[in-house]
C-alpha cells in the first residue's frame, strides 16, 4: 500500500543539487497525513539489501541528519505540511540509490531513532531514482 508519492529524483552530475518532494497519495483508502510526528527521508543503496535513514524531522520541526548529508541535505515542510521536501546539494556517486518518504506515528522523541531503524517507520512511498555521475 503507497502513501506517498516521491518526485524529483533523476540523473544528475557530481556536485549538481536536486529537491525532491513528497505528497500523500491521494488515494482515499491510503491517504496519510504527512502531519506525523516524525517524517522521514530514507534511501536505499545499491548492492545494499537495506534502507537507510539519513534525515527526519519531527512534529517540532527539529531535524535530525546522519554525517553522510549533514551539512549538504536539508529536510523541510511547506507550512500547512502538505508536502515533504529534500533539498540536495553537492551530491556525489555515493548518493546514487532509491530515495523514499516516510512516517512515523510513534512519539515525536522517537524520531531521531528512526535515523538506525527504519522498520519503525508506518507509511511509505514508492520511490524515486536519484542517479549521480563522475
Known amino acids: 500500500q503507497v502513501n506517498f508519492v516521491e518526485s524529483g529524483g533523476g540523473s544528475v552530475q557530481a556536485g549538481a543539487s536536486l529537491t525532491l518532494s513528497c505528497t500523500s497519495s491521494g488515494n482515499p483508502a491510503s491517504e496519510t497525513p504527512l502531519s506525523a510526528p516524525c517524517m522521514g527521508w530514507f534511501r536505499k543503496l545499491p548492492g545494499m539489501k537495506y534502507k537507510e535513514g539519513f534525515a527526519v524531522i519531527d512534529g517540532r520541526a527539529v531535524t535530525s541528519y546522519t554525517d553522510s548529508v549533514k551539512g549538504r541535505f536539508t529536510i523541510s515542510q511547506d507550512g500547512a505540511k502538505n508536502t515533504l521536501y529534500l533539498q540536495m546539494n553537492t551530491l556525489t556517486t555515493e548518493d546514487t540509490g532509491i530515495y523514499y518518504c516516510?512516517?512515523?506515528?510513534?512519539?515525536?522523541?522517537?524520531?531521531?531513532?528512526?535515523?538506525?531503524?527504519?522498520?519503525?517507520?508506518?507509511?511509505w512511498g514508492e520511490g524515486t531514482q536519484v542517479t549521480i555521475s563522475s
Open positions: 516516510a512516517a512515523d506515528r510513534g512519539p515525536v522523541g522517537y524520531c531521531r531513532t528512526r535515523l538506525v531503524n527504519y522498520l519503525g517507520m508506518d507509511y
